[in-house]
């Protein structure tokens, strides 16, 4: 006889490390030890709360957004704060239009504006004006919530935090070389340094790097000049790496599901909330 479903949802949210397998010689001996590990870790759960409060940390993507944010701007790049609510006619100039599988993601307003999937035409949009003052190469970046329709299970969250960064007029001959050094760096600063660099071809920008940690995509990368360029009045060379920080936050803390990550009302920095 092993732990029930509910018992084994249970244990999960409580962070209970706990052998999903174990067999018992009957439905009371179950019940008594499955009562005992979630009295320990509802206890643990509450002392973990406690310390949480006494350290005064920013809970996990909150603390991350803070750290990124100051190590970006460490390197020079402009940080920018930009709308969460876009207009469809931006989503059509990164071509995600009707037949486009990102399209069926995007959550509507109305039947001109849509909460943002990502931060890629903000930054492509506001870059115009701020390429007419600064001085090639740029950098800009900014750390938001996006939102899609998800259905898949526990590596996506239908609110979610990007970090997007983008290095406008590098050295063509350069790309590649810049793309990995600024990935290895950021990696490095959120303390993943093993991961893996694959190709893919995505669905908007063509030719992109994803950076994969334990088989989980953390991040995408992508150059130009590309073909969207030009519906943003611009010409030129770019790289760019948008990162999820609630993915990075789930292998930080080797977690079970991403949904202990991020915006929550059950969960705080990881942590059950349903503790009675
Ligand atoms: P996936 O293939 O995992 O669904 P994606 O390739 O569609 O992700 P991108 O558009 O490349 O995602 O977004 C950049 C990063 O944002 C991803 O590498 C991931 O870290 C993060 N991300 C994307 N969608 C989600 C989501 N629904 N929940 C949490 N993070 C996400
Ligand atoms: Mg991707």
């Known amino acids: 006889m092993q732990f029930t479903k509910n018992q084994i949802q249970r244990l999960s949210e409580?962070?209970?490390?706990?052998?999903?397998e174990h067999s018992f010689a009957s439905a009371d001996a179950r019940e008594l030890a499955f009562?005992?590990?979630?009295?320990?870790?509802?206890?643990?759960?509450?002392?973990?709360?406690?310390?949480?409060r006494k350290a005064k940390d920013a809970p996990f993507v909150s603390a991350l957004s803070e750290s990124i944010s100051a190590f970006l701007r460490g390197l020079g790049f402009l940080e920018v704060s930009t709308p969460i609510i876009i207009s469809k006619s931006f989503l059509l100039r990164m071509t995600i239009e009707d037949d486009h599988a990102l399209f069926k993601q995007v959550f509507w307003l109305d039947d001109k504006s849509c909460l943002r999937p990502m931060l890629a035409p903000n930054l492509y949009d506001i870059s115009k004006r701020l390429l007419n003052v600064y001085e090639a190469p740029l950098g800009v970046f900014e750390i938001g919530p996006c939102f899609r329709r998800e259905s898949q299970g526990n590596k996506h969250l239908e609110s979610f935090t990007m970090?997007?960064?983008?290095?406008?007029g590098v050295l063509e001959s350069q790309k590649t070389e810049r793309l990995k050094e600024l990935i290895s760096l950021f990696m490095e600063h959120v303390g993943l340094s093993e991961y893996s660099l694959e190709e893919e071809d995505s669905v908007v920008y063509g030719d992109t790097i994803d950076v994969v940690v334990d088989g989980v995509e953390i991040a995408s990368g992508a150059f130009g000049p590309h073909p969207l360029d030009s519906n943003w009045d611009y010409a030129g060379t770019w790289i760019g790496l948008g990162a999820g920080l609630e993915r990075i936050v789930l292998m930080?803390?080797?977690?079970?599901?991403?949904?202990k990550t991020g915006r929550s009302l059950l969960y705080l920095g990881g942590i059950s909330l349903k503790l009675k």
Do not use: H, P, T, Y
């Open 35 to 52: 009562k005992e590990m979630e009295r320990r870790s509802v206890e643990k759960n509450r002392a973990a709360l406690r310390d949480l």
């Open 252 to 259: 930080q803390e080797n977690l079970d599901s991403i949904q």
């Open 163 to 168: 970090v997007n960064f983008v290095e406008w």
């Open 14 to 20: 409580l962070g209970c490390d706990f052998d999903a």
